[in-house]
């Protein structure tokens, strides 16, 4: 699993690249934890998941459990370009009803009220 | 499966690095039947969270053994997925969604998610002597409206 992260502005962007299950939720959770630890101006959680192949319910729950920390700042959270069956699993789990799916970057950051304070990082 | 035109077995230590290579077994198993690309998908997903449910559940992060047989005959695939674990105490309840006896970020959905993606599963647990799961589908040509 490549995760890579970004930050704009008062969002961070995770990318995700591989299949989300039980081996390779426990370390998307640890890298992401880590950096909102690290950065509590951080609000708000996009994850763009056009390169995830395979989710289970192991990823299902890691991206829940993350989706509680975003609430408790207030932020939130954003599902970017899933592929037709991970959108299924995300569907099925009731994430469409907590969080919201955008086709791309700018949709995502529109989605969050431009929250961003002008910056690129 | 009684009248199996052909079969696999394989088994190995409940690891969740090894949860990937089981359900891509499986599904390259299935796919001498004629699967669509999303049935394969769906019994990966089943296959999945059978063999998380054994490491979670059965073994809770100690280690033990899994074994997964499948077999495909009179145009359906059968896979059995078995763990000597600690077993389910209450089968009906672990149908539950959001039902979990893990701790923390857990869904408990794995077993609405086998149930929504195979058309027919049969758990057999004891408590304390471990778990079996039997799943099967057919490709969905396969299948008659009634």
Known sequence: MDINLKRVGRALIVALEGELDLATAPRVKDTVDQVLARDAKLHH??????????????????????????????????????????????????????MQFVDSEEQALAKIGGDTDGQLH | MGSSINQLTMEFPSKA??????????????????????????????????????????????????????????????VQIKDEGVGIDDIEKAFEPAFTTAPKERMGLGLVFVKEYMDELIIDSVSGRGTSLIMKKSPCHNKVEV
């Open chain 1, 45 to 98: 959680l996009v994850w763009d998941l056009a390169k995830v192949e395979f989710i289970d319910s192991s990823g299902l729950g890691m991206l829940l459990g993350r989706y509680n920390k975003i609430s408790a700042r207030a932020g939130s959270v954003v599902l970017m370009r899933p592929a037709v069956l991970v959108r299924r699993m995300l569907v099925m789990a009731g994430m469409g009803r907590i």
């Open chain 2, 17 to 78: 690095v090894n949860i990937g290579f089981a359900r891509t077994a499986v599904a390259m198993f299935a796919a001498q039947l004629d699967f669509t690309l999303d049935e394969l998908d769906e019994i990966k997903i089943a296959v999945s969270e059978a063999v998380s449910n054994s490491v979670i559940h059965g073994y809770k992060g100690t280690e033990g053994m899994i074994t997964i047989i499948c077999a495909v005959g009179e145009g359906a695939l059968e």
